[in-house]
């Protein structure tokens, strides 16, 4: 490996272009020379945990911390062993061994050029998982957007909803979505499941939990946050066939199916993005349509008041994923385009959040199953016939 200067651990200062002092963890102060994402990557075959650096270098952490380590004046700090790990860790210790990597790397010149450390590679030469293999829950806001109220309403009808909505906001609505089949990262495909032609799109500000989080205060939430990210939600609007159990609405059927929660590219520690409720901007396009695009001030809860909520029902875990909920344009609505609109197969979903990334995946139909007793979901051409 490439020599070390003694010493160099004190002399960052010099080359530092970005400040975010790190003062919350012991021993002294610390800057970092450039922000940085992280996220989860297929290198050599391998899910590795990484660090993203100009939206187009991954430094694989744990072949740069045992690099880093080779200096003595580096104590060890056991690498994150996956995402969850490295959240549940990043205030006690792992935050500053990151922000050692990344200074050490731009001190030496070890991003570019021939100094290039082994470690880094370039976003095109690996796989994009989803940053976190997996949540151990997702809750996702329903209804938190006034332009997605009553959106399939006439212009009079969504704006006495609105309305309504406003005088009596309530408490926030959030449901589960499943976690491993669902989530799936930016080098995978969406898949509109067998028969189910009314598949929908809804990007989502995903927030991180970073700290154990229960009855916590609305005022204090963002402190339980670790970082943020680019979610959809994606759902199946066909509903449930008629007969049977006498229940009209079903989340499962419309929130639950494998592929249906694109996660990514990375994520954003917090201290690299700011405060959502006053910078947000999130959009979503389907091929070079433009759907939906919105700010936080369209928002109905804050997120830190569905943190509250959803801490007042169940423990939120380090690695746990809370969904800001969708603003107008969806494709079940006809407020934005005048008529419905569902995914087809060939096309391409691009979710951006300004600050954190483009989540882009193309869509694809599965293929008709074989078997089955009757007990299937069945197409819902059988029950509701064409669009």
Do not use: C
Request: no cysteine; glycine share 12%.
């Amino acid at each position: 490996m490439r020599a070390r200067v003694a010493g160099a651990a004190l002399a960052f200062a010099a080359v530092l272009a970005f400040a975010a002092p790190l003062s919350a963890q012991r021993g002294p102060e610390i800057e970092i020379a450039e922000p940085f994402k992280v996220g989860t990557f297929e290198i050599d075959g391998v899910p590795r945990v990484a660090l993203v650096l100009r939206d187009a270098l991954i430094v694989d952490i744990g072949e740069a911390n045992g690099d880093l380590e080779r200096n003595p004046v580096y104590p060890p700090v056991p690498a994150p062993a996956d995402m969850i790990d490295l959240i549940g860790r990043y205030e006690y210790g792992v935050r500053l061994r990151l922000y050692e990597i990344v200074n050490d790397l731009v001190a030496r010149g070890g991003l570019s050029g021939s100094g290039r450390a082994d470690f880094v590679h370039d976003l095109e030469d690996v796989r994009v998982l989803p940053p976190i293999m997996y949540p151990g829950k997702i809750l996702n806001a329903a209804v938190n957007f006034y332009s997605h109220v009553n959106e399939a309403g006439s212009e009079e009808e969504r704006r006495e909803a609105r309305r309504q909505r406003r005088e009596n906001r309530g408490v926030p609505y959030l449901f589960l979505k499943p976690t491993r089949g669902a989530v799936i990262g930016a080098d995978d495909r969406i898949v509109i499941p067998f028969g189910r032609d009314r598949t929908d799109w809804e990007v989502e500000l995903g927030a991180v939990i970073g700290r154990s989080a229960k009855y916590v205060d609305a005022r204090d939430a963002q402190d339980h946050v670790f970082g943020y990210t680019v979610t959809i939600d994606v759902s199946d609007r066909g509903g449930r066939p008629p007969g049977g159990n006498p229940m009209t609405s079903d989340w499962f059927v419309g929130k639950g199916h494998d592929t249906f929660a694109p996660m990514g590219p990375w994520i954003v520690p917090k201290e690299f993005y700011g405060d959502p409720m006053e910078q947000l901007r999130q959009t979503l396009d389907v091929g070079e349509e433009r759907m939906q695009e919105a700010t936080a001030g369209d928002m109905i809860h804050t997120l830190w008041e569905l943190i509250e909520y959803g801490s007042s029902v169940a423990t939120l875990f380090p690695g746990d994923v809370i969904n800001n909920g969708t603003s107008g344009g969806v494709g079940m609505g006809t407020a934005v385009r005048g008529e419905t609109r569902f995914l087809q197969p060939g096309e391409v979903v691009s979710a951006s959040i300004d600050g954190i990334g483009t989540l882009t995946l193309e869509v694809v139909a599965e293929t008709e199953p074989a078997g089955g007793t009757g007990a299937r979901l069945p197409p819902v051409r059988s029950y509701r016939g064409n669009r």
